[in-house]
T-cell receptor, first 111, second 115 residues
Framework: QKEVEQDPGPLSVPEGAIVSLNCTYS??????FMWYRQYSRKGPELLMY????GNKEDGRFTAQVDKSSKYISLFIRDSQPSDSATYLC???????????FGTGTQLKVEL | GAVVSQHPSRVICKSGTSVKIECRSL??????MFWYRQFPKQSLMLMAT?????????EQGVEKDKFLINHASLTLSTLTVTSAHPEDSSFYIC???????????FGPGTRLLVL
């Protein structure tokens, strides 16, 4: 079993839809949770960063962390074609330790 | 911001030659830099972690004599692929962290093609 599980998709939604992306994990020591967006042939771009459990909102993006369920989510409101990309969840135990990534979910927002 | 650059963005070389990739943090000092490779439609695979002034720590299965990492300053790390072969063709991405922060900021990546 992988430490971090993420549905690879592809996930196809119409423009304007609310998108829900999720990851589950098995290591209860993870404390720092990130979501990255990666366009084809580009490096990942940090979207959201959350420490421990809770919600964080930034514009159209909301990140949720439920440590009791070992489950994290990223919600995208009013999705746009420019949101079409691969979304990677990542997490670490802290102390400068390496990130553990999900496999990434490919999202396509259609006109 | 937290901008990380990589150079070159793409390189084509002949089998047996060595290729050097540079990773720079442009607007912050990076105590730690990471090197990843990524195959098509796959997630990032960590190759090594480098701290300024120290030897890099390589992940299991990554040949340290083949992938030489130098982290000479707080803003520059280099990855040299020595005696490159076609199976080394991949997308190489670096990332950097600020002091006391957990988030990694990624460079745009370098696409290496070995003929």
């Amino acid at each position: 079993q992988k430490e971090v599980e993420q549905d690879p998709g592809p996930l196809s939604v119409p423009e304007g839809a609310i998108v829900s992306l999720n990851c589950t994990y098995s290591n209860s020591a993870f404390q720092y949770f990130m979501w990255y967006r990666q366009y084809s042939r580009k490096g990942p771009e940090l979207l959201m960063y959350t420490y421990s459990s809770g919600n964080k909102e930034d514009g159209r993006f909301t990140a949720q962390v439920d440590k009791s369920s070992k489950y994290i989510s990223l919600f995208i409101r009013d999705s746009q074609p420019s949101d079409s990309a691969t979304y990677l969840c990542a997490m670490s135990t802290g102390g400068g330790n390496k990130l553990t990534f999900g496999t990434g979910t490919q999202l396509k927002v259609e006109l | 911001g937290a901008v990380v650059s990589q150079h070159p963005s793409r390189v084509i070389c002949k089998s047996g030659t060595s290729v050097k990739i540079e990773c720079r943090s442009l607007d912050f000092q990076a105590t730690t830099m990471f090197w990843y490779r990524q195959f098509p439609k796959q997630s990032l695979m960590l190759m090594a972690t480098s701290n300024e002034g120290s030897k890099a720590t390589y992940e299991q299965g990554v040949e340290k004599d083949k992938f030489l990492i130098n982290h000479a300053s707080l803003t520059l790390s280099t990855l040299t692929v020595t005696s490159a072969h076609p199976e080394d063709s991949s997308f190489y991405i670096c990332s950097a962290t600020r002091t006391s922060q957990e988030t990694q900021y990624f460079g745009p990546g370098t696409r290496l093609l070995v003929l």
